[in-house]
C-alpha cells in the first residue's frame, strides 16, 4: 500500500487493544466469536506487525 514507506518503528507500549472476555459477550447476547481477549490480541497484533516487517521498541530516547 506504500512501497516508498521503510523502517517501520511500533512502541509497544504505545499500542493497545481492548478486552471482551468470551463471557461478557455472552451476557450482552453476542455470538462467541465477539470475544477479545486483550492479552493475546495485543501479542498477535505486535507479532503480525512484526512478521510483516515492523521493528518493535522497547522505549524511545530522543
Do not use: W
Not at 11 to 29: F, H, M, Q
Not at 35 to 49: D, E, K, V
Amino acid at each position: 500500500m506504500m512501497p516508498t514507506l521503510q523502517n517501520i518503528h511500533v512502541y509497544d507500549k504505545g499500542c493497545s487493544t481492548y478486552d471482551l472476555p468470551i463471557e461478557v459477550a455472552r451476557d450482552a447476547g453476542l455470538p462467541e466469536v465477539a470475544a477479545h481477549p486483550q492479552n493475546i490480541t495485543h501479542y498477535m497484533g505486535l507479532y503480525f506487525m512484526a512478521s510483516r516487517g515492523a521493528n518493535l521498541v522497547g522505549s524511545i530516547s530522543v
